[in-house]
């Protein structure tokens, strides 16, 4: 039998995203916990530094992208509308996210907690992060769905947009007024106005998710497929992560910081790579574990974007308000994780009750 149909054979759930969708949620919120703690300055070696940039980074962000892409693949509804209709929603509950997540930082600046307060309050309100990134990627997505893109054109645009973003992150446009027109778009670092994921560089992996779930919509044998993509994703994901890593280049350059966010086409090659590998591991292992733990990554998945909104609540509040604001306290890195895998549990229990249970995006 071949590998892939002509027509879609394979439209059933994808309990592979799902657990990389579990593993993406967990790392954000563990990073983010650990950010709040210990500050991005502290963040460059031992555990944080592997926490913030090899899984919580490599292995969240870009497999929560990917995994999207997925999802739209498979989504009922996606077309023209719909799509523009959710990017709008998306755009506005990340800036009121925004919003909800610099008030601790004003009210510590006006409690006399020191003026670096108030450059992260402003840096925070201002900032384009990755709800807003996945409200644009709707909203571009929406367009090609009227220009009746295929799978493959949007790849393309994909890719071309890569190489674009390469030539043109970390810029000053030469004003705040340029800056925060084009921050949603390209990599822009300036002061407090700082895109840290701009369309160009990120929306590789929402196109390669959708490339990749319209293929195995065709495909006749999943298992199959995953068994010979699999290991290849993950030599070249483990090979090239070595040499990055210990010599410091593409992503990882300590020359500039933003450059992790700012991808090139081949740091996004390496990061999709580690997606599906990701995906593939989850593809064989899910089906083997007790329903419980099989239905539980499932309702994960679905909550995902509840219990991303609901932990900044916990993170930005609790941990850089009181425990690191307020109170100064130095926690240890044991201790910090145990708190992160708390607002982990507890966003996803509150996820699944009201009144955040009624949110639909």
């Not at 997505?141 to 220009?147: D, E």
């Not at 593809?283 to 932990?311: C, S, W």
Request: net charge negative.
């Amino acid at each position: 039998m071949e590998l892939f149909s002509k027509e879609e054979v394979n439209t059933g759930r994808q309990w592979g995203v799902d657990f990389s969708k579990l593993l993406a949620i967990i790392f954000m919120v563990l990073v983010h916990t650990f950010i709040y703690e210990y500050g991005e300055e502290n963040m460059n070696q031992g555990f944080q530094y592997r926490l913030n940039n090899i899984y919580g980074g490599v292995l969240a962000a870009p497999i929560f992208m990917f995994a999207m892409g997925v999802g739209v693949a498979y989504s009922r509804k996606n077309d023209a509308r719909t799509m523009f209709g959710r990017g709008i929603k998306l755009v506005v509950v990340g800036y009121l996210l925004n919003f909800v997540r610099c008030l601790p930082q004003l009210l510590l600046w006006k409690g006399g907690f020191g003026e670096e307060h108030y450059g992260l309050f402003v840096e925070e309100i201002n900032l384009f992060d990755i709800l807003q990134f996945a409200g644009f990627a709707f909203l571009l997505f929406s367009l090609l769905r009227c220009l009746r893109a295929s799978a493959n054109v949007i790849l393309f645009v994909g890719l071309a947009l890569s190489v674009f973003g390469t030539f043109v992150r970390s810029i000053d446009m030469g004003s705040t007024a340029l800056n925060m027109l084009c921050y949603p778009f390209v990599g822009i670092h300036v002061g407090e106005i700082w895109s840290s994921f701009p369309l160009v560089n990120w929306f590789i992996f929402v196109a390669t998710g959708y490339w990749i779930g319209q293929l195995i919509r065709r495909c006749n044998d999943l298992n199959r497929f995953y068994a010979l993509v699999t290991p290849i994703a993950a030599f070249i994901f483990n090979a090239c992560m070595i040499y990055m890593t210990r010599h410091d280049v593409g992503m990882f350059d300590d020359d500039n910081d933003d450059f992790f966010y700012y991808l090139t086409p081949f740091d996004a090659f390496v990061c999709i790579m580690g997606a599906i590998t990701v995906t593939g591991i989850g593809h064989f292992i899910m089906p083997h574990e007790p329903k419980v733990i099989f239905d539980e990554v499932k309702q994960i998945a679905n909550d995902i974007t509840r219990i991303y909104l609901i932990h900044w609540l916990f993170v930005t509040y609790i941990v850089g308000g009181l425990i690191n604001g307020v109170f100064d306290l130095h926690l240890p890195e044991i201790v910090t994780l145990i708190i992160g895998f708390i607002i982990l549990f507890l966003s996803a229990w509150m996820a699944r009750r009201k009144p955040f249970s009624n949110i639909k995006i």
